[in-house]
């Protein structure tokens, strides 16, 4: 059974950083690509970021709203994803999902706020 | 970036009730378009990718169809289970982009 459990989430101050975590068990992690999804409180989803496989050079991909502020990265030996969250805005609030296109589950999302 | 229009954004019907969610892209996608419900307790899972096929054990009544740039999710007898929030989403082009949403619900 495919399982995605994201971890890390929290309230945080403007400016601040957070990493998540995306622990995964039941596929070949090593070849999957991951996905990160965020849903706003006006429940909006948003693409964040992709990682690709190690066969494909990890190449990652950004929205445009967090390049340059956020981190996709992997450790293929834990089957986790992770993303590293810098300079945070009040507009990154959301709940973050961690995704594998594999699946049709999503995994339970992880709240983020971010507010002073 | 491709932006998703998808309509309407409220859904009235009835038990049983045939229904129809449009998404229209701003250029073609070319079938690279996935269907998602999520339930009120945050849970989301993919009804139907690539346009028209349909996830393992997903039941019959939802069926997806379109081409180029207009695309259609519909539920052919709706059951109470079916009353949740539909999104699309196409996956193209980078920046992955999701439609607004559709809320389905009881009239």
Redesign the interface.
């Known amino acids: 059974e495919v399982q995605l459990v994201e971890t890390g989430g929290g309230l945080v101050q403007p400016g601040k950083s957070l990493k998540l975590t995306c622990a995964t068990s039941g596929f070949t992690f090593s070849n999957a690509w991951m ?1 990160w999804v965020r849903q706003s409180p006006e ?5 964040v970021a ?1 990682i690709k496989a190690k066969s494909n050079n990890y190449a990652t ?4 709203s967090v390049k340059g502020r956020f981190t996709i990265s992997r450790d293929d030996s834990k089957s986790s994803v992770y993303l590293q969250m810098n300079s945070l805005k009040e507009e990154d609030t959301a ?1 973050y ?1 961690c995704t594998w296109p594999g ?4 995994g ?2 992880v709240m983020v706020t971010v507010s002073s | 970036d491709i932006q998703l229009t998808q309509s309407p954004s409220t859904l009235p019907a009835s038990l049983g009730e045939r229904v129809t969610i449009s998404c229209r892209a701003s250029q073609s996608i070319s079938n690279s378009l996935n269907w998602y419900q999520q339930k009120p307790d945050g849970t989301v899972k993919r009804l139907i990718y690539s346009t028209s096929t349909l996830e393992s054990g997903v039941p019959s009544r939802f069926s997806g169809s379109g081409s180029g740039t207009d695309y259609s999710l519909s539920i052919s007898s709706l059951e109470s289970e079916d009353f949740a929030m539909y999104y699309c989403l196409q996956y193209a082009t980078y920046p992955l982009t999701f439609g607004s949403g559709t809320k389905l619900e009881i009239k």
């Open positions: 996905h429940k909006q989803l948003e693409w992709q991909y950004y929205a445009e709940i999902y699946s049709k589950y999503w339970q999302g």
